[in-house]
């Protein structure tokens, strides 16, 4: 069974061999993160395909929160750049919801929330965990948590 992170690694033999200068830096730089976060503990472990995803997806948020930084700098073209390097990550990610999906996942844990009686903006962090873990992913933090809230005051 081939691991996210030998993928990674054989894509970026590949983008070495193919002289991909914009792909083979942004695997490696994904790879070193991967590796900081192997050691980052007491001991050396290997990371599962979940915790390898979790540092993808944070590495492909640095990428878009840097290329909006660099447009209002007026830096058009590093901007363009970060956003490639997005692009190629998100690759290695799960589809990301749609609004359509993402509403009907929080309003099924709405309801298991109102269930057990949690209900109102207090009910917000039994939403989010019953929510999350369905989600795993594939929505922004903030983009579930402004949906747990609608859905919450409505």
């Excluded at 995803?53 to 700098?73: P, Y």
């Amino acid at each position: 069974m081939t691991t996210l992170k030998s993928k990674l690694h054989e894509d970026l033999n590949a983008a070495i061999r193919e002289r991909d200068e914009l792909r083979s830096s942004t695997l490696r730089l994904t790879l070193s993160a991967i590796t900081n976060q192997e050691v980052a503990g007491k001991e050396k472990r290997e990371l599962s395909d979940d915790e390898v995803q979790k540092v993808i997806a944070k590495e492909a948020k640095k990428r878009r929160e840097a290329a909006e930084a660099f447009e209002k700098g007026g830096r058009a073209e590093s901007a363009a750049r970060e956003l490639a390097e997005g692009e190629l990550l998100a690759v290695y990610l799960p589809q990301p919801l749609s609004d359509a999906e993402l509403e009907q996942i929080v309003a099924q844990a709405v309801e298991e929330a109102k269930a057990s009686g949690a209900e109102g903006p207090r009910a917000m962090g039994q939403v989010m965990k019953i929510a999350n873990p369905k989600i795993a992913g594939r929505a922004e933090g903030g983009r579930v948590a402004a949906t747990v809230k609608r859905l919450l005051a409505g």
